[in-house]
């Protein structure tokens, strides 16, 4: 059975930083692509960052130059570092992958002063 969960949310005050981890089980990790979604109270879920098995990574416009995806294949785990974090990245985080249809229980992020 596929199974994503996340960790690592939390409070932070405008300009820290916080460093979300996903780690999977139930599948070949390396083989597939991996991604990290958001929704705020009101919105709709949202795609912040995506990484292939190769490495190549995507951006939503939002989050460009201030967050990076990894992965470390041999922990099957995904990370995203948040940096420079605005108020208006408030959101539970979740790790989603398309190829099964799963997504983790989500982690809550708080960017407040």
């Known amino acids: 059975q596929v199974q994503l969960v996340e960790s690592g949310g939390g409070l932070v005050q405008p300009g820290g930083s916080l460093r979300l981890s996903c780690t999977a089980s139930g599948f070949t990790f390396s083989s597939y692509t991996m991604s990290w979604y958001r929704q705020a109270p009101g919105k709709e879920r949202e795609l912040v960052a995506t990484?292939?098995?190769?490495?190549?990574?995507n951006y939503a416009d939002s989050v460009k130059g201030r967050f990076t995806i990894s992965r470390d294949n041999a922990k099957n785990t995904v990370y995203l570092q948040m940096n420079s974090l605005k108020p208006e990245d408030t959101a539970v985080y979740y790790c989603?992958?398309?190829?099964?249809?799963?997504w983790g229980q989500g982690t809550q992020v708080t960017v407040s002063s």
């Open positions: 990484i292939r098995s190769g490495g190549n990574t």
């Open positions: 989603y992958i398309l190829r099964f249809n799963s």
